[in-house]
Structures are given as C-alpha cells and as structure tokens.
C-alpha cells in the first residue's frame, strides 16, 4: 500500500492525500493545508457561507491555524484564538486541558492564557479545525471554551473522518472515508 493516495473534491479543488497507515489494514487520508494556499482560501470561504453568527473563533495548535487566519481575514475579523500545544512565557493565567489525538503518538496539551480566555468569556465561539475524525480535540476546546465563559454557537471543520461524519453538532465541507486495503483491493469505508 506504500505511496497510495486519495483523490477527492474539496471546495470545487481536486486534491490527491497520501494513505498513512493508523492500524493493521486501515487507513486514513492524510488533509494537509500547509504550504496550500489556494485549498486555505477556497475552504475557508466555504466554510464562513456555513457559519451560523459568532463573535470569535478558535482552533487548536498547529493544522488549523492557516485555515482560521484565512477565515478570521475573509471575514474582517480583528482576532482569532489558538490553543497553544504547550504554556509559552507570555501566557498569564493559563487554562489547560489534554487531548489524545489520532495523528499524535502521544497526550497533548492545549492550553489558553488569560487574555484569550477573556476575549472568549461571554461571546459567541466558534470552534474550527481542519479535520475532525475521533472528536478528541474538539472535546478539548470545548472544554477550554466553556471553562472560560463561551459560549460554542458552532464546530466546523473542512473534512469529517468516520464516525465525525455522522454526528449533527459538526458542520463540514466533506466526509474524508476511513481506507480498508482488503489485500486485493483499496476501499473507501
């Protein structure tokens, strides 16, 4: 299965993810906007026609930071929030939660200082990721929302893998399969 892709639509812009290999003989896409810039744009502007109102967005370090920058410009946006993977020297008064992710070997920590938390109490946050697959992450930012004061009017992402894809409460661009190599044969699932 080595060097196999997926070919997909998002946002009217075709696109080819590499398969990486998450246990035994499934297989998931791999949606990489870095370095994509013309993927960032088309999505995020699809993405604001799908937003319901909201005063502030959020996204968790590192993958969804391009997305929302793009978003938070289309929009006219003066700020956006980014839940940092670690406490950085400048953050006061932090809040932190932890989050196993499926593309990470290991527990992450998110954590927000108290100016970002202030920005969020109150207000109406949308919380934005590039993909949402086991929800781990959205679970974590939703907690750091609402600890401070926030209040989740909306969780989008621009692709929903497996079971995400099935839930209500997540609005998407498109459903990324899970991939099944059969042995005789790749299958979207």
């Known amino acids: 299965m080595k060097n196999q892709v997926y070919t997909m639509e998002i946002a009217g812009l075709k696109r080819d993810l590499p398969l990486c290999n998450v246990h035994d003989d499934l297989y998931i896409a791999a949606f990489i906007m870095f370095g994509d ?22 996204t968790a370090e590192c993958k969804g930071i391009p997305l929302l920058y793009e978003m ?35 527990r992450q920590t998110l954590c927000i200082g108290g100016t970002d938390a202030e920005a969020m109490r109150g207000k109406r946050v949308l919380i934005v990721d590039d993909v949402i697959s086991t929800g781990e992450s ?9 600890e401070v004061g926030g209040e989740i009017v909306g969780r989008m992402a621009v692709l929903a893998e497996g079971d995400a894809a099935d839930r209500e409460d997540i609005i998407y661009l498109e459903r990324l399969p899970l991939i099944k190599d059969t042995g005789d044969e790749i299958v979207a699932i």
């Not at 289309?74 to 956006?80: C, I, P, R, T």
């Not at 670690?86 to 989050?99: A, C, F, S, W």
């Not at 959205?138 to 609402?146: D, G, M, N």
């Open 138 to 146: 959205l679970a974590a930012l939703e907690k750091l929302v609402t």
């Open 72 to 106: 938070a410009r289309q929009a006219g946006a003066q700020n956006y929030i980014v839940a940092r993977k670690g406490p950085k020297i400048y953050m006061q008064d932090l809040h932190t939660t932890y989050v196993n992710s499926i593309t990470t070997v290991s």
């Open 37 to 58: 810039v013309e993927i960032t744009k088309a999505t995020a502007k699809a993405l604001l026609e799908k937003a319901p109102e909201y005063d502030i967005m959020i």
